[in-house]
């Protein structure tokens, strides 16, 4: 079991950036990998960046260029920083830890990018 703490988020205008957190209970190294997901009003949810045990990072193609995920393994915590925000990128933001079969997610966080 793990839990999984998202904070950050919140209202920007275009262009603006935010950074998102997401503080993890136990160590972060100890998963295959952690990822940021989002989900807006009447849309499935969707995987925005991922980092794997090792640091391979992946992106969807719509952040790529404007996002960064990292991580602080010190601290348990995975951040996400946004940069260059659209209207488009409104949406509940979640964190996922998973390894293998296991899954866990956070209990997300809200960003509103108003044009």
């Known amino acids: 079991q793990v839990q999984l703490v998202e904070s950050g988020g919140g209202l920007v205008h275009t262009g603006g950036s935010l950074r998102l957190s997401c503080a993890a209970s136990?160590?972060?190294?100890?998963?295959?990998?952690l990822g940021w997901y989002r989900q807006a009003p009447g849309k499935q949810r969707e995987l925005v960046a991922s980092i794997t045990s090792v640091g391979i990072t992946n992106y969807a193609d719509s952040v790529k260029g404007r996002f960064t995920i990292f991580r602080d393994t010190a601290k348990n915590t995975v951040y996400l920083q946004m940069n260059s925000l659209k209207p488009e990128d409104t949406a509940v933001y979640y964190c996922?830890?998973?390894?293998?079969?296991?899954?866990?997610w956070g209990q997300g966080t809200q960003v509103t990018v108003s044009s």
């Open positions: 996922k830890a998973y390894s293998g079969s296991f899954a866990s």
């Open positions: 136990r160590r972060i190294l100890s998963f295959d990998g």
